[in-house]
């Protein structure tokens, strides 16, 4: 088993105390997102509009100014209960998700600590952690959708059909970065092939 330089070490181990970083973040904006979605003043969703003209003051003391607005929050009472539990379900189904692909990292980075680059057990947790990211952000999309409608037909906007692409393009960038260590992870199984010939040649 080949041992890590000084230098590898250092490196994994900031990886490490990033990652404890980015988890305790995801926790953070998670709550904030919470109370923020679940206020006195009803329940609030993102939605994506297009381009709808408004005149309002962006600050204190500022004039009226006529902007374009892409996106703003539709807050609505009396939500029907399905509607109510997915939007809270996406929420910790989010971050559930980005919490064990974190783990599953650490976990990898602690292998590379122990030396153990070209160890079968990497490219499952590399498989684990695609399959997680490409799984977590499916559900959220279904359930932020249920919410969503059920949202916007509690405040009268039943009828609206927000854009699907503006919805969808925020999920993009995670389920190419799932096919991604898709990739990385065949990439580690022929590297394990390599290693397994070449140790039969010596």
Known sequence: MPETTTKERNDIISTLVVAGVVAAIVVVASVFRWLETFSREGISVPVPFAGVPADFAP???LPVTTVR???GDVIAVGVNALSTVSIGASIIVGTVAWLVVIALFGILALRFLRGRFFDPTNPRLL???GWTMFAGALAVYFLDTFGRNGVLAAAGLGEFQPSSWAIT???IPIWI???VLGL???AFRRGIRMQRDTDGLV
């Open 127 to 129: 498989d684990t952690a």
């Open 177 to 179: 970065a799932a096919t």
């Open 184 to 186: 990385i992870s065949l």
């Open 69 to 71: 607005v892409t996106e």
């Open 59 to 61: 600050g204190d003391g």
């Open 169 to 171: 393009a925020s999920f």
